[in-house]
């Protein structure tokens, strides 16, 4: 099974917003609605923002939010903030797979 | 709260072995499926090995299988990696998670580093 792929880096001013692509196959993204994005800073084990497309655990801001069409799944990451700098990945069942990642940078 | 703590990693020349060692708190294995998540210096995570509730429950990625044993100590509340003629490409950063259910995995442990080097 292939990673997913998302763009390697994405980036924004602070107060606006970024999105993140993560596109998979019929087999995975497509076939499921158990798509989940993890936030990753430095030397840390990534967290879990996203799960269920666009469901958000306790703790995690609504300025994060999932969302997907098709073989796409789509991370928006609102009002970005300093402390949003990470790496972000997405996984899906249906494949077991997680995506390539994408280094978000706050300019 | 929930914790988990993995050890073990290490250094290891290509055809040698590890055992990891991820010990929890907060939750026990016997009712959640515990995974093996690896991943490796500048990549994204990957997928290595679960245990389910019954320890006969059990799962591994294509590259591993028949390489790596999953096992379970449940009083100690301990999950174990057994990994024989490891290669290269198996250095990388183990993590222990919990999946919370269809692949979501909610809860990590701060990882071991496992490096395969001549």
């Known amino acids: 099974q292939s990673a997913l792929t998302q763009p390697p880096s994405a980036s924004g001013s602070p107060g606006r917003s970024v999105t993140i692509s993560c596109t998979g196959t019929?087999?995975?993204?497509?076939?499921?609605?158990?798509v989940s994005w993890y936030q990753q800073h430095p030397g840390k084990a990534p967290k879990l923002i996203i799960f269920e497309v666009n469901k958000r655990p306790s703790g995690v801001p609504d300025r994060f939010s999932g969302s997907k069409s098709g073989n796409t799944a789509s991370l928006t990451v609102s009002g970005l903030q300093a402390e949003d700098e990470a790496d972000y990945y997405c996984s899906s069942r249906g494949g077991n797979v997680f995506g390539t990642g994408t280094k978000v940078t706050v300019l | 709260e929930v914790q988990l703590v993995e050890s073990g990693g290490g250094l290891v020349q290509p055809g040698g072995s590890l055992r990891l060692s991820c010990t929890a708190s907060g939750l026990t294995f016997t009712t959640n499926w515990i995974n093996w998540v690896r991943q490796a210096p500048g990549k994204g995570p990957e997928w290595v090995a679960a245990?389910?509730?019954?320890?006969?429950?059990?799962g591994y990625v294509d590259s591993v299988r028949g390489r790596f044993i999953i096992s379970r100590d449940n009083a100690k509340n301990s999950l174990y990696l057994q990994m024989d003629s490891l290669r290269v490409d198996d250095t990388g950063i183990y993590y222990c998670?919990?999946?919370?259910?269809?692949?979501?995995?909610?809860?990590w442990g701060q990882g071991t580093l496992v490096t395969v080097s001549p």
């Open positions: 998670a919990r999946d919370q259910g269809y692949f979501t995995f909610d809860h």
């Open positions: 019929s087999s995975d993204v497509g076939a499921s609605e158990y």
């Open positions: 245990m389910g509730p019954d320890e006969d429950q059990k």
